[in-house]
């Protein structure tokens, strides 16, 4: 039987640490239990053991150093979502929201990103950190990053997340990115740890515990949202079923790297592009005899919905006339569903006729 939903009445869950496989396969079980009508509206708490989490659209061997983590013991884990690369452990927590379109109106992606990057970031400055909204969808102290978020809708239901920087490792982290090994150097270090601040830099020993961010977080979302919230200690059947399957997936080689593409150095042709959206990278290879475009990889860091978009947009444009490219990619978007966060056919057709351009460099 469909839980029946309570609007004045939600979910809060504690998954606590856990590998990130698990972790992201609980992601899918609460987020398709919810389009199902098996799951209340929640709000979830999550912890890593240390972790590399790249972006669905990522390429592996591309984002990570993948020699120095598996020295360390470091997870290498693909997420369900887009975004770029990045180094997770205990030091830090995420959160989640399970909500669904009813409850968030007619708002467009940017807007709900603001709305909720300042319920969090109130729930921060109830504590002593003088937090605030930075579009498009980071919270910052003072200039500096102390949250990173991100959201999607899938059917009628939505997950925003985001992360709580307690404390960080900035070395750690840098070493983790694919960052050659003469770039990490005591200026580059100190550079990285300007862009970020975590709540032990600011509060020092005055620092609350754990439980006291979280629940100021909670508090924070029940009164924006004019909720409140009752506590659960484990998912329920449905949800568990869902999981024990997304797990198989998840945790498994063929889920991690599945955006790997093969390297041939001398053939293909790359190319970098910040868009609104965020950053785009595409990889081509081409038959300069018949001027077609034979393949071509996109990764980057950017939302997108449904995941596989990318895929297909791939597989659509293999042996295109480098004539057509424009006026295929924008047929393609034309006939495909999709949501886009901040993101055009234009800028995909601006990524890939860079690195087709780039060829006359060469």
Not at 4 to 9: D, E, G, L, S
Not at 168 to 176: A, I, K, L, P, S
Not at 290 to 301: A, T, Y
Not at 329 to 355: K, W
Request: negative net charge; proline residues 3%; aromatic residues 8%.
């Amino acid at each position: 039987m469909n839980i029946k939903q309570q609007p004045k009445q939600w979910r809060l869950i504690d998954t606590g640490i856990r590998p990130a496989a698990e972790n992201f396969a609980i992601n899918r079980a609460i987020l398709e239990a919810h389009q199902q009508g098996e799951s209340p509206h929640t709000l979830r708490f999550l912890g890593f053991r240390p972790s590399a989490l790249i972006g669905f659209h990522q390429d592996v061997e591309q984002e990570l150093n993948t020699d120095y983590i598996r020295e360390h013991g470091i997870d290498i884990q693909r997420r369900l979502t887009g975004g770029g690369a990045i180094y997770f452990d205990e030091q830090q927590f995420g959160w989640e929201l399970y909500l669904n379109r009813q409850i968030l109106g007619g708002q467009d992606m940017a807007s709900i990103a603001e709305r909720i990057c300042n319920t969090i970031a109130s729930a921060m400055q109830s504590l002593g950190i003088n937090a605030m909204f930075r579009p498009r969808n980071d919270i910052e102290v003072d200039g500096r990053k102390i949250s990173g978020t991100g959201g999607f809708f899938d059917g009628d239901s939505f997950l925003y997340q985001g992360t709580v920087l307690v404390d960080f490792d900035v070395e750690r982290m840098m070493r983790v990115l694919r960052i050659p090994a003469a770039k990490i150097n005591d200026k580059a270090i100190a550079d990285a740890r300007q862009r970020t601040t975590t709540f032990r830099e600011i509060l020092e020993d005055k620092t609350p515990p754990l439980n006291d961010i979280k629940s100021s977080i909670a508090d924070a979302v029940s009164r924006e949202f004019e909720v409140t919230m009752e506590q659960a200690q484990e998912l329920n059947d449905v949800e568990l079923g869902i999981y024990q399957e997304a797990l198989s997936e998840i945790d498994s080689d063929d889920w991690v790297y599945q955006h790997n593409r093969p390297y041939d150095e001398s053939s293909m042709l790359e190319s970098m592009y910040k868009s609104p959206g965020g950053l785009l990278k595409s990889c081509v290879m081409i038959d300069r005899d018949h001027d077609r475009l034979k393949q071509v990889w996109i990764s980057g860091d950017f939302f997108i919905k449904p995941r596989r978009l990318v895929t297909d947009l791939e597989a659509a444009l293999r042996n295109t006339r480098l004539s057509e490219l424009r006026s295929n990619i924008e047929a393609f978007f034309r006939d495909y569903p999709s949501e886009l966060l901040m993101l055009s056919a234009d800028d995909f057709i601006q990524v890939i006729q860079m690195a087709i351009d780039s060829a006359e460099d060469r």
